[in-house]
Structure formats: structure tokens, C-alpha cells
Nanobody, 115 residues
Framework: QVQVVESGGGLVQPGGSLRLSCAVSGAFSSSQDMAWHRQAPGETREFVGSITSDNRFDYGGSVEGRFTISRDNVKNTVYLSMNNLKPEDTAVYYC?????????WGQGTQVTVSS
């Protein structure tokens, strides 16, 4: 069993910053392959970024250069640092961990970018 819980969402002004956290508990740790996705109202789910077990990173084109993934394996937590936020970044952000070849996702955290 594994649990993934996102936190840190909220309301932020355009140009602002926010850091999301993804806490992993259970039989697996944050050292696994992990990813962030997001879904805006009426839109399909979008890839935001990922980190592999050997620390390779990948980012979606719309966030590259503004968002950064990091992790703390002592705290079993993965982070998504978001800078220069834009209104189009408004979405529910989901964190997922790869377990036996499939993703296990959290419940998501809402990020709203608005003045």
C-alpha cells in the first residue's frame, strides 16, 4: 500500500511563487519515479514534470524554466516549486508515484493564480 498526499496549494497573484509538497507514505518512498500533473476546469490532464529514481528530470513545455521539482528522501517528500506564476497555471495539481509500473495519484491540491 502507498499513500500520496499533496499540499501547499492556494491563491497567488500573477508573478508570484508557490511550493507544493507531495508526501509519500506506506510501503514505498519518494525515491521512486514520481511526477506532477495538473488539470484545469474543462481541460484534459497535463504533464507538468517528473523525477526518476536516478534523479533525471523532465518538464512540460508550458512550465519549463519556471517550475522545479526536488525531493527530500529523509522526509519522503517531493516538491514542486513554481515561480512567475500565470493565470493559465490555475489548476488542480496532482502528484503521482510509480508502483509496479503504474501511477498511484493523490487527491490533488488547488492552485489559483489571480489578481
Amino acid at each position: 500500500q502507498v499513500q500520496v498526499v499533496e499540499s501547499g496549494g492556494g491563491l497567488v497573484q500573477p508573478g508570484g511563487s508557490l511550493r507544493l509538497s507531495c508526501a509519500v507514505s506506506g510501503a514505498f518512498s519518494s525515491s521512486q519515479d514520481m511526477a506532477w500533473h495538473r488539470q484545469a476546469p474543462g481541460e484534459t490532464r497535463e504533464f507538468v514534470g517528473s523525477i526518476t529514481s536516478d534523479n533525471r528530470f523532465d518538464y512540460g513545455g508550458s512550465v519549463e524554466g519556471r517550475f522545479t521539482i526536488s525531493r527530500d528522501n529523509v522526509k519522503n517528500t517531493v516538491y514542486l516549486s513554481m515561480n512567475n506564476l500565470k493565470p493559465e497555471d490555475t489548476a488542480v495539481y496532482y502528484c503521482g508515484i510509480v508502483v509496479h509500473g503504474r501511477f498511484i495519484w493523490g487527491q490533488g491540491t488547488q492552485v489559483t493564480v489571480s489578481s
